[in-house]
Antibody, heavy 117, light 109 residues
Framework: QVQLQESGPGLVKPSQTLSVTCTVS??????????WSWIRQHPGKGLEWIGY???????YHNPSLKSRATISVDTSKNQFSLKLSSVTAADTAVYYC?????????WGQGTLVTVSS | QSALTQPASVSGSPGQSITISCTGT?????????VSWFQQHPGKAPKLMIY???NRPSGVSNRFSGSKSGNTASLTISGLQAEDEADYYC?????????FGGGTKLTVL
């Protein structure tokens, strides 16, 4: 059974870069067949797609994030990561990693990242 | 690209059926057979309930069904149960991104 687990700092200062990592267990990212995604949910709000990556391909990012988001994959660690630059309070959210590009069939539990000085 | 449009809330009594709509455009919902539905209980991660418009993952009750007509997709829940009370989100693939609906809160009366 594939499991995903997010890890991150919890608190990030405004203007800094937010970094969160998703560790995949029970299966290999490099075995192919799936995209790996980041999704966030602002407190009390709906879901927002951030982007996805294939283990061997280029990432796709939500244009609304205006090039602040960068998704990468480390197959040696079976992890994929999100970096979000120049954060503001509006980036405070629960960040989820998930398997899939639109049909997200496996999710991590989510990690709350708060942007505050 | 704008989010897909869902009603903010729907309600129904136990045993009844309800339908949640998800309206997009010909560039997303109407253009692809790639619509999914998710259930989210408070404090939990979303759970995939329907994919590719009308397919159920293994383990999801057959009380959940999906359909699509034009630019609008729908999720129908029959035989409502108390545990169905949750938020529901649709998603759609597009050529350059993935869109979510704004979410619908289902209340079981």
């Amino acid at each position: 059974q594939v499991q995903l687990q997010e890890s991150g700092p919890g608190l990030v200062k405004p203007s800094q870069t937010l970094s969160v990592t998703c560790t995949v267990s029970g299966g290999s990212i490099s075995s192919g067949g799936y995209y790996w995604s980041w999704i966030r949910q602002h407190p009390g709000k709906g879901l927002e797609w951030i982007g996805y990556i294939y283990y061997s391909g280029s990432p796709y990012h939500n244009p609304s994030l205006k090039s602040r988001a960068t998704i990468s994959v480390d197959t040696s660690k079976n992890q994929f990561s999100l970096k979000l630059s120049s954060v503001t309070a509006a980036d405070t959210a629960v960040y989820y990693c998930a398997r899939g590009a639109y049909d997200f069939d496996m999710w991590g539990q989510g990690t709350l990242v708060t942007v505050s000085s | 690209q704008s989010a897909l449009t869902q009603p903010a809330s729907v309600s129904g009594s136990p045993g009844q059926s309800i339908t949640i709509s998800c309206t997009g455009t010909s560039s997303d919902v109407g253009g692809y057979k790639y619509v999914s539905w998710f259930q989210q209980h408070p404090g939990k991660a979303p759970k995939l309930m329907i994919y590719d418009v009308n397919n159920r993952p293994s383990g999801v009750s057959n009380r959940f069904s999906g359909s699509k007509s034009g630019n609008t997709a729908s999720l129908t829940i029959s035989g409502l149960q108390a545990e169905d009370e949750a938020d529901y989100y649709c998603s759609s693939y597009t050529s350059s991104s993935t869109l979510f609906g704004g979410g619908t809160k289902l209340t079981v009366l």
